[in-house]
């Protein structure tokens, strides 16, 4: 949102989320959208090496479920957020011996071990200084260690018309949000000083599931499902074809040796 500075922008953003933490909590239980976010997190980390040996950050976790969805694929999982309404609920239904989760934003957040992979879903266009987030990021990984994030890129346009209704009709929407392009992006890492920089779509048809609770489930369950294996299988064929048409895109990039 214009006009306004970046500490009023992260007040409106805290105070947004901690009011809607029960209502936003409900998209990773309701089985379709829970089915859509779930492919969403093992998408974005599709072609990285996860092992029990590693250690995760999940910067803005929400509710906590990316430690469910990638289970067995890490050594320990952090989630960080500064909506404490989020964590409190994180913390009471995905908790686990190897999980953690800490009340706190990214710029204040004291970390008592450095990370190999770091995870941004859906969320650095909601940061209110992104070159300083990726920077803040790259302090945290170990040599060689990986960030990646899944963002809405408004090449769409379909996806940016929807936002915008969103924007307009949805109390819940945060209008506090930047629009990023892949250009945008890869100059925010590139500047950041990451190598390895590489960026592919994601979501052409399951997107829509992963936000929006359709009903009735049994209807939409099956679609959802249906949606994903199709958007995987369009990925990773067709992908650098139809990249300017998916409806997110995956970004990653490396901490230098």
Known sequence: MKGISKKERSRSERELFNSIASKFIKKDIFPPTRLARKSRVNQTVSGIELSEDIDILDVGCGAGFASEYLSGKYKSYTGIDFSSGLIDLARSVNN??????????????????????????????????????????????????????????????????????????????????EQLNRKELERYFLEAGYTDISVRPQGFFSSPFAELMIKPSIIFLPLSWIFCMVDRVIENVFGKVLKNSSWNIIVKGERPV
Do not use: W
């Open 96 to 177: 686990g011996a190897n999980i953690r989760f800490i009340e706190t934003d990214l710029y204040n957040y004291n970390a008592e071990r450095k990370f190999d992979l770091i995870i941004i879903i859906g969320v650095l266009h909601h940061m209110v200084d992104i070159p300083l987030t990726l920077k803040v990021c790259l302090g945290l990984l170990r040599p060689g260690g990986i960030v990646i994030t899944n963002e809405p890129q408004d090449s769409n346009l379909l996806a940016r018309f929807i936002r915008n209704l969103r924007e307009k009709f949805d109390k819940t929407y945060s209008s506090d949000q």
